[in-house]
């Protein structure tokens, strides 16, 4: 697993290899033949190692197994081209938050996010918005080892400060990433969810502050919501079944 991750960072010597894992160059050169049989690793013409299409193809599998996933797509295409903005759905794994899925939106400039790449989770609006409305012992997991590194003058840096963002969210429905990780961007992210009724993911739109400011991106959130509706009743979620008093006003 060492070998997969450091190869997916770029191309790697067997040297290099040897000295991180701690064992010698035959081992580690084993380990990749046997990967390269599976074509999860192969052997660039100067020699590194780095990831196989074998690789590639099991993750993308992976993922279009998410059903989340494959429900809301269509969804996302829609917001991404409805609004010229990019869409990102992310779901909780664990204690993680990834995206799976990403629409980009018209504009020349692309979004350096990732699909299958976890989010800052005390910045992310998405990850915000799947916390906000997660079981305590969830939220509790979730933010037992995180830390609150700061990115931008917006950023929140504390776990209380964390806390009470999530009250907020909670209390609206929505969540903002007010340029909290890059400061020229803002997002808008509202909650998912399943048949259960419990959230697990969340969709968001983000946009260059430049071209649309916090404020007027706010704008989009019942256009947002209406859609993270949609996407639950087709996973199968009762709007109205087992909502408290307070939800269901914010359905209508």
């Not at 609150?148 to 963002?165: G, I, P, V």
């Amino acid at each position: 697993m060492t070998i997969l991750i450091t190869c997916a960072e770029g191309p790697q010597r067997l040297s290099g290899l040897a000295q991180q894992l701690d064992v010698h160059r035959s081992t580690v050169l084993r380990l990749l033949q046997t990967m390269e049989a599976r074509h999860f690793v192969r052997r660039q013409d100067d020699g590194t190692w780095t990831i196989g299409l074998g690789l590639t193809s099991a993750a993308l599998s992976a993922l279009d197994r998410i059903e989340t996933r494959a429900v809301a797509n269509p969804w996302l295409r829609r917001l991404a081209r409805d609004l010229g903005h990019t869409i990102h759905l992310a779901e909780l794994f664990g204690s993680d938050v990834l995206y799976v899925d990403k629409v980009e939106g018209r504009g020349a400039v692309r979004m350096n996010s990732r699909v299958a790449a976890p989010v800052q989770i005390h910045t992310a609006a998405v990850a915000k918005a799947i916390l906000a409305f997660s079981t305590p012992d969830v939220v509790d997991s979730v933010l037992a080892d995180l830390t609150y590194q700061r990115f931008t003058s917006t950023t929140l840096t504390t776990q209380a400060s964390f806390r009470r963002e999530l009250d907020a969210v909670r209390a609206q429905g929505w969540a903002v990433d007010d340029g909290e990780f890059e400061d020229y961007i803002s997002c808008i992210a509202v909650p998912i969810r399943d048949h259960t009724g419990s959230v697990r993911a969340g969709i968001s739109i983000t946009a260059l502050r430049a071209i649309e400011p916090l404020e007027q991106l706010k704008l989009n959130i019942p256009r947002l919501t209406e859609t993270a509706r949609e996407i639950s009743s087709e996973l199968g979620w009762d709007a109205k079944k087992g909502l408290t008093d307070d939800e269901e006003l914010q359905l209508l």
